[in-house]
């Protein structure tokens, strides 16, 4: 039989919020203290003999779990800031000596239509359920890396491919960040034997781009959005990449969502996701290997040496990518005759690149299916 492991759940109260407001603005809880996967899963993880360390924004709320020798109770409010959560996990790893598993259940949401919340919820909504999961997943990570061993599970949601639930895009958005984000990580730390299971300025600036401009679309009724999105949201794989990546994936679902939002004011909305495009000052910007080099990542940013060789040397044409943007907006040329395309995919990389994610999400849904379905009460 195999050594118990020591798990780290994250969440306040053990459970996934989604918050609503009533019409004073007052935040009205529906959940209850008892609700949540992170409550069930502390108590079947007990039952399996491992060590189980719940985190809750104060361990009173959670003092009503049955007590047991393998439990730990421990506050951590995953929006208290980086270094304040490192000090949490610190003392998390310090109970039995090790992490070996983490789960990432901390997560809100924050209903309401893109352009009446705009920015300050986003940002809101980003803190915990995308940069929260960040900082506890970059604090434990040393733990795992220095035994070689771990595993780093991500509450997600569907909510991320379900883009056409209307006042839920600040939550799915916040979701598919956390998708790709778990994508990238999962190549990240491969090789130190830690698996990433998703359990199913980039962005802020579009986001107050649109929302600045939507009002004099909705008093015409007419309109045409046009997000520029990159095939690396759905190429995770590429290590280094992962908040770029992450933003991107944001984008396009707050894109998803906003087509639906502001369809009745005639207003369109198009995802334009293109591949490598010969144009300028793409890599201006360096690989970061300066602010916290880890040894362990030492040959990740030796082969970020080669970081922007690319640079002029993209299959993409620029000019023709932007003249099929203005033909579709304008409905000639190409778009002669062809519905709206909620997404323009550019570029045989970028064709290649959502393919195979795709194929990879449904060779899960094939071989996972008898358990996929198997969890109806």
Not at 32 to 57: K, N, Y
Not at 92 to 109: E, M, P, Q, S
Request: charged share 25%; proline share 5%.
């Amino acid at each position: 039989m195999s050594d118990p492991n020591v798990w780290l759940i994250t969440g306040e109260l053990l459970s996934c919020n989604i918050i609503f407001r009533d019409s004073t603005g007052s935040n009205v809880d529906p959940l209850g203290t008892s609700s949540g996967f992170g409550r069930r899963l502390v108590s079947l993880v007990l039952e399996r003999g491992d060590g189980v360390i719940a985190t809750a924004r104060s361990v009173q709320r959670i003092q009503d779990i049955p007590q047991s020798p393998n439990l730990h109770l421990l506050e951590l409010d995953v929006d208290s800031g980086a270094d304040t959560i490192k000090q949490r996990v610190d003392e998390a790893a310090k109970v039995w000596g090790r992490i070996d598993v983490l789960v990432n259940n901390a997560g809100i949401g924050w209903p309401g239509l893109l352009e009446e919340c705009g920015t300050e919820l986003m940002i809101k909504q980003f803190r915990t359920n995308f940069f929260g999961v960040l900082d506890v997943t970059n604090a434990a990570l040393p733990y795992m890396r220095e035994r070689r061993s771990g595993t780093v599970v991500i509450i997600g949601s569907r909510s991320a491919w379900r883009p056409e639930l209307k006042g839920m895009g600040f939550y799915g958005t916040s979701k598919a960040a956390v998708h790709t984000m778990g994508e990238t990580l999962a190549i990240e730390v491969a090789p130190f034997n830690i698996r990433v299971l998703i359990f199913r300025t980039n962005f802020f600036g579009v986001f107050d781009v649109t929302n600045a401009a939507l009002p004099y679309m909705r008093e015409r009724r007419s309109g045409t959005v046009v997000i520029i999105g990159s095939r690396s949201a759905w190429k995770p794989e590429i290590k280094g990449m992962g908040f770029y990546s992450a933003s991107k994936a944001a984008v396009h679902t707050m894109g998803e969502t906003l087509a639906l939002e502001v369809a009745p004011f005639n207003i369109c909305t198009l995802i334009v996701e293109p591949g490598a495009f010969r144009t300028e000052n793409i890599y201006i910007n360096k690989f970061d290997t300066w602010t916290n080099p880890i040894p362990d990542y030492d040959d990740v940013r030796a082969a970020a040496a080669t970081w922007g060789s690319i640079q002029g040397k993209q299959p993409g044409d620029p000019v023709k990518a932007m003249k099929l943007v203005v033909d579709i907006v304008r409905g000639e040329g190409v778009a002669v005759g062809r519905e709206w395309p909620l997404y323009l995919i550019l570029g045989e990389d970028a064709e290649r690149d959502v393919r195979n994610k795709c194929a990879r999400i449904l060779g899960h849904l094939d071989e996972w299916q008898d358990v996929i379905r198997d969890v109806n009460i």
